[in-house]
């Protein structure tokens, strides 16, 4: 696995590849090993997937709180999805900074989001499917939110948005008093 730094700090990307044959395709997904440098001691608890059926449909922009505050590593198994992680560590240098990467079944790669971030995506072509790995279990009394279409952050987002969860439409908007997330 090929691991590229983005100018978020902890925000990476993973270059991944399947080997072909005559039967079809082979591809590790995950190896501890080759990620033992991201993960830093950190294990994967959880595995999810997200099918989501309409282009232009956003889900986020989601993280978690401590004591159950997560790495997220974002894959796209079918389909195209524009990645987005947000930056909400209160100190960090590129705090309310986002970056986007465009995830697919072609390219296969895959975002690592640590903790602190937000994490939010577009999807691109109908029927796209994303698989998570988390470094902390699914805890929604700990879940925290802020708006994918919030001014301060002014994310791009490449088509019209739409198919959007109520909860989603009522993360509250970042204001002059927002100090970011503690870890
Ligand atoms: C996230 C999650 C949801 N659920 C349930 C709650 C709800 O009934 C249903 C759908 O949940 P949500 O609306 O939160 O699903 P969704 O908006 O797709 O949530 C996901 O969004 C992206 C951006 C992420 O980064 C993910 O970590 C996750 O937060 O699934 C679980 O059981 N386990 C989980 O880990």
């Known amino acids: 696995m090929k691991l590229t730094c983005t100018p978020i700090d902890g925000v990476m990307v993973a270059e991944t590849s399947r080997v072909i044959d005559h039967r079809g395709?082979?591809?590790?997904?995950?190896?501890?090993?080759?990620?033992?440098?991201?993960?830093g001691g950190r294990h994967i608890v959880q595995i999810n997937h997200s099918r989501t059926s309409q282009a232009g449909a956003v889900r986020g922009?989601?993280?978690?709180?401590?004591?159950?505050?997560?790495?997220?590593?974002?894959?796209?198994?079918k389909g195209r999805v524009w990645d987005v992680a947000v930056d909400l560590r209160k100190n960090s240098a590129t705090f309310l900074r986002w970056h986007a990467v465009e995830?697919?079944?072609?390219?296969?790669?895959?975002?690592?989001?640590?903790?602190?971030?937000?994490?939010?995506?577009?999807?691109l072509e109908a029927e796209s499917e994303l698989l998570y790995l988390h470094t902390a279990l699914y805890s929604p009394e700990l879940?925290?939110?802020?708006?994918?279409?919030?001014?301060?952050?002014?994310?791009?987002?490449?088509?019209?948005?739409?198919?959007?969860?109520?909860?989603?439409?009522?993360?509250?908007?970042?204001?002059?008093?927002?100090?970011?997330?503690?870890l």
């Open 25 to 39: 395709a082979f591809a590790r997904l995950f190896c501890e090993q080759a990620l033992s440098e991201v993960l």
């Open 61 to 77: 922009m989601h993280y978690q709180h401590a004591p159950q505050a997560e790495m997220k590593l974002v894959r796209c198994l």
């Open 103 to 123: 995830l697919s079944e072609q390219n296969e790669l895959m975002m690592v989001i640590p903790e602190g971030c937000a994490h939010g995506f577009q999807v």
């Open 143 to 182: 879940e925290g939110g802020v708006r994918h279409d919030d001014p301060v952050l002014n994310i791009d987002w490449p088509l019209e948005m739409m198919d959007i969860s109520t909860r989603d439409k009522t993360h509250t908007l970042i204001n002059e008093d927002y100090c970011g997330v503690e």
